[in-house]
Nanobody
Framework: QVQLVESGGGLVQAGDSLRLSCAASGGRTFSNHNMGWFRQAPGKEREFVAGVTWNGGMTAYTDSVKGRFTISRDNAKDTLYLQMNSLKPEDTAVYYC??????????????????WGQGTQVTVSP
C-alpha cells in the first residue's frame, strides 16, 4: 500500500506559478514506482497531465502543459513535484498524484495507476 498526500494548491491569477507536492508513505518504496499527475475539472473526465518513471529517466506531458509545467521527483524525500508556470484559467481543476509499479515508459492512462491521493484544488482566475 502506498499513501499519497498532495499539497500546494490554491487560488492564483493567470500568469502566476504554483508548485504542487505529493508526499508518499506506507512502506512500499517510492523509488519502485512510476508517478503521475492527473487533473479533473468539473464535468470532465480525469486527464493525464505529466508523468515520470521510477528513476526520473523519462518524463511525459500532455500537450497543453508542455513548456509550462515540469514534473520532478526526489526519491530521497519520497516526494513528487509539479512546477506549474504561466498558469491559465483552463488549468483550473483538482490535481491528483498517482503511483504505479515501475515501468520503462510513462503511462498516460489513469486505469494503469494503482494508488491515488485525495487531490488538491488549483483555481486560476482570469
Amino acid at each position: 500500500q502506498v499513501q499519497l498526500v498532495e499539497s500546494g494548491g490554491g487560488l492564483v491569477q493567470a500568469g502566476d506559478s504554483l508548485r504542487l507536492s505529493c508526499a508518499a508513505s506506507g512502506g512500499r518504496t517510492f523509488s519502485n514506482h512510476n508517478m503521475g499527475w492527473f487533473r479533473q475539472a468539473p464535468g470532465k473526465e480525469r486527464e493525464f497531465v505529466a508523468g515520470v518513471t521510477w528513476n526520473g529517466g523519462m518524463t511525459a506531458y500532455t500537450d497543453s502543459v508542455k513548456g509550462r509545467f515540469t514534473i520532478s521527483r526526489d526519491n530521497a524525500k519520497d516526494t513528487l513535484y509539479l512546477q506549474m508556470n504561466s498558469l491559465k484559467p483552463e488549468d483550473t481543476a483538482v490535481y491528483y498524484c498517482a503511483a504505479r509499479m515501475a515501468a520503462i515508459i510513462v503511462s498516460r492512462s489513469p486505469k494503469t495507476y494503482d494508488y491515488w491521493g485525495q487531490g488538491t484544488q488549483v483555481t486560476v482566475s482570469p
